[in-house]
């Protein structure tokens, strides 16, 4: 889908007209889902998966058109979502404990708190495996870690509770309760943490054939000579690879169609769950005050580049959907085409809510970009950084700017990377030793030693050796072949 079908779109009905500034505070309704990269919606064209309550929040509101993550890793990127801080300053750089974050990071719900709004957290947190509440939150319904698809268990307010059914429904449920006990004596500010679609992405039951009878093909990069093309010689052994997930040792799905279908089934879930709690929002009166902010915690490889997983700052690991609403603070039908961050999400709530913005937050307030401030000047670049040495992945910072990608491999040092997106959407040929682009390499290289300086980046510790690869924590349960 182009930008211009998308706006047309978007612009189309009566939801696209101006509106006035808000009599009062904000609600805020905060969703994120798990490994669902950009593309994975029916407003963005997907030509499978259907997602009509999440693009609901997209045409009664917002669609960043280019929306990334500064790290494409779960815990450090909903650590960034909520202090709006890049992961070497609030120092959740991996997918293990962060005691230090709980008790020293402002959290935007914290801050809202702190200025007399009811706040709520119910779902994934995975800010380590810890389910305990955290600070800032009157109420608290975490699962523990990554949770379980089916019959999870939660930790509310402090006490273990066993629930039945699929964690997306049970989760939304949870949500709707809360939305339904509020009074409108002081505004909420509800958190949802959908599980899907993570590994190992079980869809409820009514979605097991959903696609059942779809020919789904592998992406044009799946067979990619990746050293052919010129990439560094860890991308090649990074994350893991797509032939050995599905036909080598690891074998989590049994074979691709099986994988991907219930990728897509599980995103489907995640919209069912996003429709009920909208659905709630609608029914208890709250929907025309309350900013909606809708993101993935980071994209993912479904084959692309012989790759699954995510890690590495190609195009489907790095981008995210994001979308909001807030029908009465912005007009509907937006499509912006703004680099917006991960690090903006936590700047922009505190904004609408008239709620100073702490020094050390890194992004910046996308409500001028959304009420359509004249004379803003926006970035043209983004700092993505990764350090988690697992599963061979390799330690790596990287800038983006509209046209060009620069990455730069610290651990193991190799052959670093220099993209045109302008020319090569799929990042297949690796342009860092043609010397027509070598005052863009110097460009480049200078632009992430800048965003180095401004961004107080210090090097990662790397003494530790980098984990093989190997199969995931998640027990491998052997599944019955099906379309």
């Known amino acids: 889908m182009t930008r211009r079908s998308l706006v ?76 709006g801080r890049y992961a070497h300053q609030h120092r959740v750089q991996t997918n293990g404990s962060s005691p230090r974050f709980d008790f020293e990071e402002k959290t935007f719900p914290a801050l809202l708190h702190g200025a007399g709004y009811r706040t709520a ?24 870690g990554q949770g379980i698809y089916f019959d999870p268990t939660l930790n509310v307010n402090g006490t273990e509770r066993k629930f039945t059914g699929h964690v997306d429904q049970v989760v939304s449920g949870l949500a709707v309760d809360f939305l339904k006990q509020q009074d409108g004596k002081k505004p909420f500010a509800l958190c949802v943490g959908i599980k899907s679609p993570h590994a190992e992405q079980l869809p ?14 592998k992406p044009p990069t799946w067979s990619e000579d990746v050293r052919a093309n010129g990439k560094a010689d860890v991308v090649k052994g990074a994350c ?33 769950a996003v429709g009920r709690v909208l659905n709630a929002l609608d029914e208890t009166g709250q929907a025309n005050d309350t900013l909606v902010v809708f993101a993935g915690d980071n994209g993912f490889f479904l084959g692309e580049h012989g790759l699954v997983d995510k890690r590495l700052p190609y195009e489907e690991s790095m981008r995210i959907p994001l979308l909001m609403r807030y029908p009465a603070g912005f007009r509907a039908g937006q499509a912006p085409p703004q680099m917006a961050l991960n690090l903006d999400i936590c700047p922009t709530v505190l904004d609408f809510c008239g709620v100073p913005t702490p020094a050390n937050v890194a992004g910046r307030s996308l409500r001028p970009v959304l009420t359509g401030a004249r004379g803003v000047p926006w970035r043209n670049e983004i700092f993505y950084e990764y350090v988690e040495r697992i599963w061979q992945s390799p330690a790596l910072v990287a800038v983006r700017t509209d046209r060009y990608k ?72 052997p599944i019955a072949p099906q379309n």
Not at 47 to 52: E, G, I, S
Not at 205 to 215: D, I, N, R, V, W
Not at 259 to 266: C, G, H, Q, T, V
């Open 8 to 83: 047309q779109m978007l612009a189309a009905g009566p939801l696209s007209r101006a509106v006035a500034a808000p009599a009062r505070r904000p609600n805020v309704l905060y969703i994120v889902t798990d490994d669902q990269r950009w593309d994975l919606l029916s407003l963005r064209g997907h030509p499978f998966v259907k997602t009509p309550n999440m693009d609901r929040i997209g045409r009664e509101g917002a669609v960043f058109l280019n929306s990334f993550v500064t790290t494409s890793l779960c815990s450090p990127s909903r650590a960034t979502i909520l202090t």
């Open 121 to 144: 957290y119910v779902g994934k947190w995975h800010i380590g495996d810890d389910a305990k509440p955290r600070v800032g939150f009157d109420h608290w319904a975490a699962l523990p």
């Open 204 to 217: 409820p039951e009514h979605l097991k054939t959903l696609f059942a009878h779809a020919e789904i093909p």
């Open 240 to 272: 893991i690879q797509a032939e050995e997930f599905f036909d080598g040792p690891i074998k989590m799905k049994g074979s691709y169609e099986r994988f991907i279908k219930d990728f897509y089934r599980s995103v489907v879930s995640a919209d069912e």
């Open 406 to 477: 620069y990455i730069e491999y610290l651990d193991p040092a190799d052959t670093n990377e220099l993209y045109d997106l302008a020319v090569d959407e799929h990042e297949m040929r690796n342009v860092i030793r043609e010397t027509g682009y070598a005052p863009v390499l110097r460009d480049m290289k200078a632009r992430l030693e800048r965003l180095k300086r401004t961004t107080a980046w210090t090097p990662p510790d790397l003494s530790k050796p980098n984990t093989p690869c190997r199969p995931r924590r998640h027990p491998i349960v």
